[in-house]
């Protein structure tokens, strides 16, 4: 039986209208089941039926007190944990979210392309990129550099767009451990055309992949 997601993507603030691109891309990525949803309800039972949780650009405060009980339960204990984009501007009420998602998104410049360096090729997210990746995104600053925290995948050249506040180490893609659990975040994704693009697309199945214990790579 392939291990299941559960993929959610209640949103309280921003909502970004590439969330239905998003669920249809997960579910084409061949190998898991998707079970995708809003209701804030599911996350207060048991999580242990599934691979990986999957915040699919979340915003705003999305879980109830008992979700975030199950959720960090889940996670500590060795469940898998995914944010795609807007899952950094999630929970900034939570201490707990922010630690193990590594940080909180800040601000953006406009949608534009550039330039993403990769800095690890081993990785299940990146093995299939090249050095150097460009994409069109909104290239989020953070409210910390997570790299204390994460062992990063990627990250963004500002010298390929306009906007950037981060400066020269800007992390965008990164995996850490939280307790027994998995954790994969990339900050890529805004737009629905990102979610039919093939390196994107084995890019999030490498990633929550990882989170799942699907594929692996190495210590991290």
Same mark, same amino acid.
Not at 21 to 45: C, M, S
């Given at each position: 039986?392939? !291990?299941?997601?559960?993929?959610?993507?209640?949103?309280?603030?921003?909502?970004?209208?590439?969330?239905?691109?998003?669920?249809?891309?997960?579910? /084409?990525?061949?190998?898991?089941?998707?079970?995708?949803?809003?209701?804030? /309800?599911?996350?207060?039972?048991?999580?242990?039926?599934?691979? /990986?949780?999957?915040?699919?650009?979340?915003?705003?405060?999305?879980?109830?007190?008992?979700?975030?009980?199950?959720? @960090?339960?889940?996670?500590?204990?060795?469940?898998?944990?995914?944010?795609?984009?807007?899952?950094?501007?999630?929970?900034?009420?939570?201490?707990y979210y922010g630690r193990m998602?590594?940080?909180?998104?800040?601000?953006?410049?406009?949608?534009?392309?550039?330039?993403?360096?990769?800095?690890?090729?081993?990785?299940? @997210?990146?093995?299939?990129?090249?050095?150097?990746?460009?994409?069109?995104?909104?290239?989020?600053?953070?409210?910390?550099?997570?790299?204390?925290? *994460?062992?990063?995948?990627?990250?963004?050249?500002?010298?390929?767009?306009?906007?950037?506040?981060?400066?020269?180490?800007? !992390?965008?893609?990164?995996?850490?451990?939280?307790?027994?659990?998995?954790?994969?975040?990339?900050?890529?994704?805004?737009? !629905?055309?990102?979610?039919?693009?093939?390196?994107?697309?084995?890019?999030?199945?490498?990633?929550?992949?990882?989170?799942?214990? *699907?594929?692996?790579?190495?210590?991290?």
């Amino acid at each position: 039986m392939a !291990p299941r997601l559960l993929v959610y993507s209640r949103t309280t603030a921003y909502r970004h209208d590439s969330i239905p691109a998003g669920i249809a891309a997960l579910r /084409a990525l061949g190998g898991f089941e998707v079970d995708a949803t809003e209701d804030p /309800a599911v996350l207060e039972h048991p999580l242990d039926a599934y691979a /990986a949780v999957v915040f699919l650009s979340t915003s705003g405060e999305v879980l109830t007190p008992r979700g975030r009980e199950r959720l @960090a339960a889940y996670v500590d204990a060795g469940g898998g944990f995914a944010g795609v984009h807007a899952a950094a501007c999630t929970e900034y009420d939570w201490p707990y979210y922010g630690r193990m998602l590594g940080t909180w998104f800040a601000r953006h410049p406009e949608h534009q392309p550039g330039r993403a360096v990769v800095e690890d090729h081993d990785h299940p @997210a990146t093995r299939h990129l090249p050095a150097v990746w460009h994409v069109t995104d909104e290239w989020y600053d953070f409210r910390t550099n997570p790299r204390a925290a *994460v062992h990063v995948l990627v990250r963004a050249d500002e010298s390929s767009y306009e906007g950037g506040g981060m400066g020269d180490d800007h !992390p965008v893609v990164w995996c850490r451990r939280q307790g027994a659990g998995r954790v994969f975040y990339t900050a890529l994704g805004h737009a !629905p055309e990102a979610y039919h693009d093939p390196h994107f697309r084995a890019h999030l199945r490498g990633g929550i992949g990882w989170a799942a214990r *699907v594929t692996d790579s190495g210590s991290h």
